[in-house]
């Protein structure tokens, strides 16, 4: 199957998390949409990896995407090597995405930054004709593009997912293992940014909702500069 956005980041939720609204936008536009998660999350605290692949299934349901999958890579072990490249090219090969959407490359989680590094090496190699650690024909993604996550980061641009808010907040909760968490893991002495998670996801949403003028919106990062034709009606205020 041939996509036309692929969503890469490195645990079932991330793309919930990050990026949601957008693939159920552009799935809602008619775009063939996918999700490729690196790991199955099994070093989390909370879950487990047969629990969090069923949470996956629920929320790519709620996001219409059209293929989720699992590179089955080790979990808080992502590191940029040529094995793991290797697997991520091979898939890019398969899916042939035009857009491809990458964690942004700062992050408290080791996974994160090295899954932003890992997706942009292996979209790369994917269009060597002579790479010969991935199978199947030499293809490369015409866009990459970063989800800016946090308020702190300031988008290159951003979508305005108003109308998929609420979709997008059922995909975050249908990981319940991760979002509410047991009595005995409220009264646990480990913080966990989880327990904040989600709400300050929603708090970007209005953050970079209130930069371009509507109620929510998801913000991402390019690092080419991007092409306007028509100054005249673009459409976020100056003043």
């Not at 990026?19 to 490729?36: E, F, Q, V, W």
């Not at 940014?193 to 003028?213: C, K, S, T």
Request: hydrophobic share 40%.
């Amino acid at each position: 199957m041939k996509l036309d956005l692929l969503a890469i980041a490195p645990h079932p939720d991330d793309v919930e998390l990050t990026c949601g609204g957008t693939m159920l936008k552009m799935a809602d536009a008619g775009y063939r949409t996918g999700i490729l998660d690196l790991t199955q999350g099994e070093t989390g605290t909370r879950g487990t990896p047969e629990i969090r692949a069923r949470e996956a299934a629920r929320a790519a349901k709620i996001l219409r995407v059209k293929l989720r999958r699992n590179a089955g890579l080790p979990d808080s072990r992502l590191r940029v090597c040529d094995e793991q490249k290797a697997v991520i090219a091979e898939i890019i090969r398969e899916l042939q995405p035009r857009t491809v959407i990458l964690p942004y490359w700062e992050g408290r989680h080791p996974d994160h930054y090295a899954a932003a590094t890992l997706g942009y090496e292996a979209c790369f190699l994917a269009g060597l004709k002579n790479y010969p650690a991935a199978a199947g024909e030499p293809f490369r993604p015409f866009k990459i593009i970063y989800a800016a996550a946090y308020s702190t980061v300031k988008p290159t641009f951003a979508v305005d997912i108003t109308r998929q808010y609420e979709r997008r907040r059922r995909a975050i909760l249908a990981y319940r293992s991760q979002f509410t968490p047991s009595k005995r893991a409220r009264h646990s002495k480990i913080f966990l940014p989880l327990d904040e998670l989600e709400d300050r996801m929603n708090f970007a949403a209005r953050h970079y909702g209130r930069m371009i003028g509507v109620q929510y919106a998801e913000g991402f990062v390019v690092k080419e500069v991007i092409h306007i034709d028509d100054v005249v009606k673009m459409p976020v205020r100056s003043l």
